[in-house]
C-alpha cells in the first residue's frame, strides 16, 4: 500500500490557511488584485489537501489486482490480467531528475509521482511487476 505522507497534507492544508488569510488581510487592506489572487490559490491548495486527506492511499496491491485513486477520491479495482504495462518515466530537466510510475490499463492511463506514493515509483513499479507476475 503507498499512500501520501501525511506531512504533505498538512502542509497543504496550512498553507491553504495562509492563502485565505492573506486574502482577508488584503480584503481589509482593499488591495483587490490580493485577493483576487490569495482566493483561487486558497481553493486549490485546500482542495488538494482535501485529497490528500480524504484519500490517501493512492495505489494498493494484493493478490487479485491494484486499486487505484480515480477522480478526485474515488477507487477502482484493476486485475492483474487487465494491466497492460507498468513503467517509470524518468526526465532529467536542468539537471533535476524525476520520475512517474505508469500503468497502462488500456483504458486508462495511471500516473503516480513519488509525493503520491510516499516511495520511489522504480521501487513500486519493481514490487507490482513481482506481484503481477
Do not use: N
Request: glycine share 10%; charged share 25%; proline share 4%.
Amino acid at each position: 500500500m503507498w499512500r501520501v505522507r501525511r506531512e504533505q497534507a498538512v502542509l497543504k492544508i496550512l498553507g491553504a490557511l495562509v492563502c485565505a488569510g492573506l486574502a482577508v488581510y488584503w480584503w481589509a487592506e482593499g488591495d483587490l488584485r490580493g485577493v483576487i489572487l490569495a482566493v483561487p490559490a486558497a481553493v486549490l491548495v485546500g482542495a488538494m489537501g482535501l485529497r490528500d486527506v480524504l484519500a490517501p492511499v493512492r495505489l494498493a496491491a494484493d493478490e487479485s489486482g491494484i486499486t487505484v485513486v480515480h477522480g478526485f477520491a474515488g477507487k477502482r479495482h484493476v486485475p492483474w490480467e487487465a494491466i497492460w504495462d507498468i513503467k517509470v518515466d524518468v526526465r532529467r530537466r536542468w539537471g533535476i531528475r524525476s520520475e512517474m510510475l505508469e500503468i497502462d490499463t488500456g483504458d486508462y492511463l495511471h500516473i503516480f509521482s513519488p509525493h503520491d506514493l510516499g516511495a520511489s515509483p522504480t521501487e513500486v513499479a519493481a514490487v507490482l511487476r513481482r506481484r503481477g507476475t
